[in-house]
């Protein structure tokens, strides 16, 4: 009985001196929103969200934000995506966002995924420039670090989606987590099943070509075959064109592996390692 006491006294500690305690992590969110969240409910500045949480350079200190928060930053979801196969293929590094889902203080880490176009919660379209002052986000990783204004554009200081975010949004959200578990939960499994194929296509994405032109079509030659390969209802990355694999050989007493891929409108495209 004492121990739970003790337990109960120092959880009642933490939160006489931080607010926002009851407004945790979402199904499918980023680490960014989570962060921002907390700071901005605390109103913390530059230099106090540095003193607190600050690592070294402009790095947060994930470990003492959880000892602070009870909470865990990233969450698995962003973790495996963080260490998945093609993740530079099928992620952008700058930020999108749905003007939305950030007035309700929301990030989720599936805004990101170059093959939606459109969050899957309001159907709206992802953008990844500033509602204030059009000026293109900057990569996720400049927004997330003790040096950031959160839920603000690096380039003008306004609030990114137009608006403050609004904490009755928030808690409205935060009534609909089936709801986001239920738009977002597919593109997880997504990911899980067709772990090996993006792993082959890592392979396929070391830089084998000069020219800027060349790869960016070699991009959108690897974008049909996985749609090729792992169709999803949810999404698409590419027109939808078919694929062809005219050759796949290894051979014998050789170091390297040709892949040969055709598909209409492009010249055949030969990757060795």
């Known amino acids: 009985m004492n121990e739970l006491q003790l337990m109960s006294s120092e959880e009642n500690k933490r939160w006489t001196r931080w607010a926002g305690g009851d407004l945790g992590p979402l199904p499918h969110e980023s680490s960014l929103t989570v962060f921002w969240r907390f700071c901005w409910r605390n109103t913390l500045d530059e230099r106090e969200v540095s003193e ?3 690592a070294s350079g402009q790095a947060i200190d994930w470990a003492q934000f959880k000892r602070v928060t009870g909470w865990r930053c ?9 260490r998945l196969p093609s993740r530079e293929l099928l992620f952008d590094t700058h930020m999108r966002y749905c003007p939305i889902c950030l007035e309700c203080a929301y990030h989720s880490v599936w805004h990101q995924f170059r093959a939606l176009r459109s969050c899957p919660l309001h159907d709206v379209p992802l953008r990844s420039e500033c509602c204030y002052c059009g000026h293109a986000t900057a990569p996720l990783s400049e927004h997330l670090n003790c040096r950031a204004k959160p839920f603000c554009c690096k380039s003008c200081s306004q609030y990114l989606a137009g608006a403050e975010p609004d904490l009755d949004l928030h808690l409205d959200l935060l009534d609909q987590a089936p709801a986001i578990c239920a738009r ?13 194929l993006l792993a082959l296509v890592r392979g396929l994405l070391r830089p084998v070509f000069q020219r800027a032109e060349k790869q960016t079509a070699f991009d959108r030659l690897l974008y049909r075959f996985i749609d090729q390969m792992a169709p999803s209802r949810d999404f698409a990355l590419s027109d939808g064109q078919p694929v062809g694999v005219l050759i796949w050989q290894i051979v014998p007493y050789r170091a390297s592996v040709e892949r040969h891929f055709l598909t209409g409108g492009y ?6 390692w």
């Not at 977002?184 to 090996?196: A, F, I, K, P, S």
């Not at 010249?267 to 060795?272: G, V």
């Open 52 to 54: 607190h949480f600050g």
């Open 184 to 196: 977002m939960d597919g593109l997880e499994r997504w990911v899980t099943q067709n772990h090996e």
């Open 267 to 272: 010249h055949d495209f030969i990757c060795k």
């Open 74 to 82: 990233p969450e698995t979801i962003e973790l495996r995506l963080q």
